[in-house]
């Protein structure tokens, strides 16, 4: 099956038995996480529906210095290296508007936004999330529905003119908070009414209509909306049934649409179960996957210090953190209080800005280095159980081996696995 031209089938058939309950997205441009991705995706003879977000790869290259065409040949080529068709990979294009120009005027913002939908469109991404929900410098906020439709539409149309091959699908709408996680308390965190829904799909409706997209809007897939999950800095707020039942009712009518629930990282593993019931088709997870890499990176640099001296050692955290603090542009105004209390949060929040500088020279340079010191020395068995011990119990089980990069990937791998299990389980 070519998944990339039957994403809707797959959804439509996640009641039948035998099939995919759904699928998740993992938004990330990471490759270590991609990677990770892709070892789940091939274990579980699955599709993997792999996102590149609009701040991370945009035609001004992002904060990775990524433009799609780039981001589409990185993953062919860790496609291949990993040995997963693909064929079998799914791409897509998360939060696709104004969102990296919002301090400019709405003219100019949305000028950005359908270059940037076009070229998501015209370098083959077949899944696109069309969000113009975010105020521009010049605009009222929050923004009226209907302003936030007609520029979806806009952007829906930018697409349609770039295409080349198989059209997209698209998703519409967007969650409360913003992208990224919540930066305040999650006390007040409300579940999308059932009214919010309709005029969201409804006013989507008539834009798309207005400039000539109905045929286009038959194509979208999924409607954004805030099912009552999310995370801030040390919190995660739980996902309830209860709460979403109104939503799941109204969805049953609108078949085969589906809900995409954003922001579903951390949750237990029966929550994924839950959403997945309840109408909630496309699971996205991002910062969950480079928090479990980071943990996995700062655990072996403590291994390190161990069997290195000094003058030889990685120094990954003080690299991340010295570089951190000299382009503070990607956390200082997520992460606030005192110094002591930014400090920690740099590293431990669950938001994981962190994973916005694996790519700046310095820091892939100390991780590489890590990797390289310990492929240098004998890691004790005992050493690998203080600081990883499911890795440890994965090498006792003979199912991973030493190899540092090795137990990078299984820990990583270990955060997509509650996502695949409900996803895709297995009979």
Not at 41 to 63: C, W
Not at 131 to 150: E, F, G, I, K
Not at 151 to 172: D, F, H, N, Q
Not at 388 to 415: F, V
């Amino acid at each position: 099956m070519n998944v990339k031209e039957n994403l809707q089938t797959l959804l439509c058939n996640r009641h039948l038995p035998g099939h995919a309950r759904g699928i998740y997205s993992v938004c990330t441009a990471n490759p270590t996480a991609i990677r990770a991705a892709m070892r789940q995706a091939r274990a579980d003879d699955s599709p993997l529906l792999l996102e590149a977000t609009s701040n991370q790869v945009n035609q001004f290259g992002g904060y990775t210095r990524m433009r799609p065409a780039d981001f589409r040949e990185l993953a062919q080529q860790l496609a291949a290296e990993e040995s997963l068709p693909f064929d079998r990979i799914i791409l897509g294009g998360d939060h696709l508007g104004p969102n990296p120009w919002q301090h400019e005027p709405a003219k100019i913002a949305m000028a950005h936004a359908e270059e940037l939908v076009a070229e998501y469109a015209r370098e083959g991404f077949v899944k696109l999330h069309l969000d113009a929900s975010m105020p521009c410098a010049d605009d009222p906020s929050p923004l009226l529905p209907q302003t936030v439709a007609l520029r979806s539409a806009r952007l829906c149309a930018a697409a349609e003119r770039a295409v080349t091959g198989t059209k997209p699908v698209y998703v519409i709408g967007t969650e409360v908070p913003t992208p990224g996680g919540a930066t305040e308390g999650l006390d007040s965190l409300a579940v999308t009414t059932v009214a919010a829904a309709e005029e969201t799909l409804e006013e989507h409706r008539r834009q798309f209509a207005g400039l000539g997209l109905t045929e286009a809007f038959e194509r979208v897939i999924a409607v954004v909306v805030q099912p009552g999950v999310e995370f801030n800095h040390d919190s995660v707020h739980e996902y309830d049934g209860n709460q979403a039942q109104a939503l799941s009712s109204w969805l049953q009518s609108r078949a085969p649409l589906v809900f995409e629930a954003h922001s579903s990282d951390y949750q237990k593993e029966q929550a994924y179960f839950e959403l997945l019931r309840d109408g909630f088709a496309i699971l996205k997870v991002g910062p969950a996957v480079t928090f479990a890499m980071r943990e996995a990176i700062f655990a072996l640099a403590a291994i390190e210090a161990y069997l290195l001296p000094d003058t030889k050692q990685s120094c990954v955290r003080e690299t991340v953190e010295r570089v951190m603090l000299a382009s503070p542009a990607n956390w200082k105004s997520h992460y606030h209080g005192n110094a002591e209390e930014q400090r920690l949060l740099r590293t431990f929040s669950y938001s994981d800005r962190i994973r916005y500088y694996w790519s700046q020279p310095d820091v892939h340079a100390a991780v590489e280095r890590l990797m390289e010191n310990l492929r240098s020395v004998s890691i004790p068995e005992t050493m690998l159980s203080a600081f990883l011990p499911l890795e440890y119990a994965a090498l006792r089980d003979h199912q991973l081996s030493m190899e540092p990069m090795e137990i990078l990937l299984h820990a990583t791998q270990r955060s997509l696995q509650p996502y695949a299990q409900a996803c895709f389980p297995r009979h």
